[in-house]
């Protein structure tokens, strides 16, 4: 299984880390970035069956970083298309804006 990062999705990541990094820990961080480390192995495993969107049915997520931030994905044929990171602490309009527009 190939795992796929959009645009968008690298760059919701850059700016969760730069804001994450002013209040979070270094474990904290350490925690993130094995989660999604984590997340390439669960899926390899087939273990987990991850949550649908509600108005987005296609879309698929799960929560990594101590479940503060939502990994936004799609699957199509054989890869994973990551779409976008969120915390969770944001505007969840602004999130349908960004899932509409990708």
């Given at each position: ?25 270094n474990k904290e961080l350490a925690i993130l970035r094995n989660d999604i480390k ?65």
């Amino acid at each position: 299984m190939k795992i796929i990062f959009t645009e968008t999705a690298l760059n919701s990541l850059e700016e969760i880390t730069d804001f994450v990094r002013r209040i979070w820990t270094n474990k904290e961080l350490a925690i993130l970035r094995n989660d999604i480390k984590k997340f390439n192995q669960t899926l390899n495993d087939g273990i987990v069956q991850h949550q649908k969107l509600k108005d987005f049915p296609n879309l698929r997520f799960t929560f990594i970083g101590k479940k503060q931030v939502k990994l936004i994905y799609e699957i199509v044929a054989e890869d994973v298309i990551i779409k976008l990171f969120w915390h969770c602490k944001q505007d969840p309009k602004k999130l349908s804006e960004l899932l509409y527009e990708n």
